[in-house]
């Protein structure tokens, strides 16, 4: 999946000594277009980036793990796709996950 770039762009303030770059949040390229971004965050404004054209110093960070999880979850998905087809009797089952672990190994981009 390919993932699009919107920014939110800093406030205005009237003396502003430093320019402040755009935070870039990332959304899924679907077809319907999503009102907020993976984040959650609710944007205005239209996407014309790519995830991967910009600036990792200002990407959003929870949409840089998320992302990161996501593609990991795709190639763990691809490669078990790919691996050659086991007997019932010769696997060796895993027991299942609890969500909870789940989701702190994923918050904390383990």
Known sequence: MRYL?????????LF???????????LA?????????????RYSLEAHR???????DARCEQCDRLTAAAER?????????????VEPEAATFIEPVRAELLKRRISQGA
């Open 5 to 13: 770039a919107v920014p939110q762009l800093p406030r205005r303030k």
């Open 73 to 85: 979850a795709r190639s763990a998905m691809s490669a078990a796709e790919a691996a050659p087809f």
């Open 50 to 56: 790519t995830w991967d054209q910009t600036l990792p």
């Open 29 to 41: 390229d679907s077809s319907p277009q999503a009102a907020d971004a993976l984040c959650g965050f």
């Open 16 to 26: 502003r000594r430093r320019s402040q770059m755009a935070l870039w949040h990332a």
